[in-house]
């Protein structure tokens, strides 16, 4: 697809001579970890150079980054010796200290031009205005020639003609045919390469004149026959098996060049995927993640693996993969390609194991992290399209195994997505392909990582005023001491917890927990946080692998009770506050009240039963490849079962179970939601049933007869007036469609529901 002509750039002639004396050398308008000045900061900086062989006063000479203030910033009195260099912060810090000069003047990292002029005022050279990554630098090689490249490790104050540059005939990607990869160097040092994700050494291959990337479809697999689980795997979650079949492979290339045993350039890293049917075989984002093969998989060292950590007597939570900490973190080069093969973002990164019990599963959760020893601060790149986030300190690569006792994969995704409208915090999702050193490791889902950065993004707060918690604080606990010794069956006790619960959002997100019957909740999966600055407890909703399965489970009982032997894992602790606020009769009635709203709103069976066959189809395409892989699920009969009996079915019947459990807890005689069933009467011949009929404008269609298809639904009044319209209705057997028309005042209307094979008028009636 790519086949960019290799060029010899003209720069790789070295040319010694220059027609001015003193130039800028090199600067970096993003230092994160290069250099410090004397403060202990990372300041932008500009390199000055000598090109002659005599010394040279800058007394009165200028620097500016404005054509219009050219005399912005004067030097002091200071020489700058024969072929020797200078370095000043441009720190806006407006420093002449000779031992440390600092400018009046930062460096834009969008780009922006610099301007030298010598001590009359004569502008004597000047840069292009570039934007650099976080500690690139832009410099002259050989030093003070004509000659400028971007420096991906820069040497202030010493020589740029050490810092190598490597340029390639084909960039990483897409294609479709093999081909002949040139590498050609701007110095003269020794190339060397791995192609099995190891850092290139002096012990690596050497590189001569090119390197044949080719198809891999007939590549044995290697790194996919590594135990990832041991054999006395007990916590449910499906243990390692070999791969089915030879998956899918990619040709990763590392190369670096050393010169008298001196690394002088960067390591490079690139992903090559050659197929004939690349282009279109996946339909989901590729993660190529390389790294030393030892980082993931050595016995000591390997973070994916039971390793020496694992412990037979304690199979579900020792291993090497259970271990956490900076001690455990690995480093990783990260390329995101979209699905047509463009790069979306390249870098080095940090990489853990995430999860709890999850790890013991063969297809592990990945944290990424961008720190500055890596070389970028953070992942500049919109990794979720449903947040309008572009900078993350770190994201989550989830595995799909979490899916408690059962092989959707989507199960958290699901709710979370049908919680998105609520007043709560939730986690978006973009599922990817992972390739781990060029083997297909099947599909895991870009998430957020439920921490305080993500609170800040969230909400706008800087992050060191963010509070939060996996498990409950002293604040907070000094809350629960307040409500242990002063009843909230009183007003205004209540109102005290009020003043500091944000019970709006405490009140949704209990409602999405009940709902879709987390049952590991509320002991595990708790996350909450505040603002430090007077602000309230919000939570955070997380997990909920653990849901959906069997819709007539009773949360209410579940969430309440406080002896964990009935309700597994539940400690009286866990359910304390929600069993204290439904003493209140005002909480109560506002739980109540608003359970009925989400009910007839959000978690409403043909808004749920949509979004699900719209999620469902994000993935299926790829289940098939991931079950080679991983066999969980089994294969697609497994997972499009799965998904009918543990969520199609769910949504269909928890509505109604909910209502009854609500009822009948609170012994109400009315409820805000009427689930319907019992209105429906399929004695009735009509192919078109509408229940219940009156209504009070919430009502649904059930399909008594065949399919239909591209149907139009038109509502009037009894004076002809269309009141509703829908067009492109597709309503199967048996299934049913709700409509949500409170709105519509009292009185008798037509619905008019009409197919190219089926027509029907049918009266409804109306009453608030």
């Known amino acids: 697809m790519k086949n960019i002509v290799f060029i010899l750039f003209s720069f790789l002639i070295f040319i010694s001579a220059f027609s001015q004396d003193v130039v800028i050398n090199e600067f970096m308008s993003k230092n994160n970890i290069t250099i410090q000045d004397k403060d202990g900061d990372y300041c932008d900086w500009i390199e000055l150079y000598n090109n002659t062989s005599t010394s040279i006063s800058l007394l009165n000479y200028s620097l500016s980054d404005d054509n219009s203030n050219l005399l912005k910033w004067t030097f002091p009195d200071i020489t700058l010796q024969p072929h020797g260099y200078l370095l000043i912060f441009a720190s806006d810090k407006n420093r002449i200290d000779t031992n440390e000069l600092h400018t009046n003047f930062k460096i834009s990292s969008g780009g922006e031009a610099l301007y030298l002029s010598n001590n009359v005022g004569v502008t004597i050279d000047q840069t292009s205005a570039i934007s650099l990554s976080s500690d690139q630098s832009y410099g002259r090689i050989p030093d003070g020639s004509i000659n400028w490249i971007i420096i991906n490790t820069p040497s202030p104050l010493a020589s740029n003609n050490n810092s190598n540059q490597l340029l390639f005939s084909h960039s990483e990607g897409f294609y479709t045919n093999p081909f002949t990869l040139k590498i050609t160097n701007l110095l003269p040092d020794t190339i060397y390469y791995t192609l099995n994700g190891d850092v290139p050494t002096e012990s690596s291959n050497y590189f001569i004149d090119s390197i044949f990337i080719d198809y891999k479809d007939t590549t044995s697999n290697v790194l996919s026959e590594v135990v990832t689980t041991p054999s006395q795997n007990l916590i449910g979650y499906k243990a390692w098996e070999s791969p089915s079949k030879i998956l899918d492979k990619a040709t990763i290339l590392r190369c670096v060049t050393y010169k008298n045993g001196v690394r002088t350039s960067r390591i490079y890293s690139k992903t090559y995927f050659v197929a004939s049917d690349i282009i279109n075989r996946y339909s989901m984002p590729i993660v190529s993640l390389i790294t030393q093969g030892d980082n993931l998989f050595n016995n000591d060292s390997g973070i994916y693996v039971p390793g020496v950590h694992f412990d037979i007597n304690d199979p579900n939570w020792t291993g090497n993969y259970c271990m956490h900490g900076d001690d455990w973190e690995r480093d990783v080069h990260i390329e995101y390609f979209k699905q047509n093969g463009i790069i979306g ?30 070389g970028e601060q953070y992942f500049n790149y919109r990794l979720l399209s449903g947040r309008n986030v572009t900078k993350y300190k770190r994201f989550l690569l989830r595995a799909s195994m979490g899916d408690w006792h059962g092989q959707t994969i989507i199960k958290d995704v699901l709710a979370q997505d049908l919680s998105s409208k609520l007043n709560l915090d939730f986690q978006h999702f973009q599922p990817v392909i992972v390739y781990l050193n060029g083997e297909y490791w099947g599909i895991h889902t870009i998430r957020d990582r439920i921490d305080e950065r993500y609170i800040s993004y969230l909400h706008n707060i800087d992050k060191d005023s963010v509070e939060f918690k996996d498990t409950y604080p002293i604040d907070y606990n000094n809350l629960m001491d307040f409500i242990e010794k002063n009843s909230l069956e009183i007003d205004s006790n209540y109102e005290h917890v009020k003043s500091q619960v944000e019970i709006d959002n405490y009140i949704d997100y209990t409602i999405a927990e009940l709902f879709f019957k987390n049952y590991d909740w509320p002991a595990n999966n708790m996350k909450i946080w ?139 005689s009315t409820f805000g939601f009427d689930c319907n069933q019992k209105e429906l009467d399929t004695s009735n011949t009509s192919a078109i049933i509408i229940a219940p009929n009156p209504n009070n404008g919430h009502f649904f269609l059930f399909n008594n007869s065949d399919d239909i298809e591209n149907a139009q639904i038109i509502i009037s009044n009894m004076n002809g007036l269309v009141v509703y319209r829908e067009d492109k209705v597709d309503l199967l057997k048996h299934h049913q469609k709700h409509l949500q028309l409170g709105h519509l005042s009292n009185g008798t209307y037509i619905l008019h529901f009409v197919s190219y094979n089926y027509s029907e008028r049918i009266k409804i009636v109306i009453v608030n």
Not at 531 to 559: C, E, P, Q
């Open 345 to 374: 973002f390249s870098q080095n990164a940090g990489m853990r194991i995430h999860g709890g019990g999850s790890r013991v599963a063969s297809q592990k959760s990945l944290r990424l992290y961008a720190r500055n020893e890596y």
């Open 530 to 668: 505040r603002n430090k600055n007077n602000g309230k407890w919000r939570w955070v909703l997380y997990d909920l692998d653990a849901s959906f399965g069997n819709a007539n489970y009773n949360m209410l009982l579940h969430s309440t009770l406080i002896d964990s032997s009935v309700a597994w894992p539940n400690s009286p602790e866990s359910t304390f506050l929600f069993r204290n606020l439904l003493k209140n009769s005002n909480f109560s009635k506002r739980f109540i009240k608003r359970y009925a709203e989400i009910l007839n709103e959000v978690y409403n069976v043909d808004i749920m039963t949509k979004r699900l066959d719209s999620i469902t189809n994000i993935y299926k395409s790829e289940i098939p490849e991931h079950c080679n892989r991983w066999f969980s699920p089994n294969d697609y009969s497994s997972w499009k079962s799965n998904i009918e009996k543990d969520i199609t079915t769910f949504i269909h019947n928890r509505p109604c179970a909910v209502q009854g459990n609500i009822m009948n807890y609170f012994e109400l």
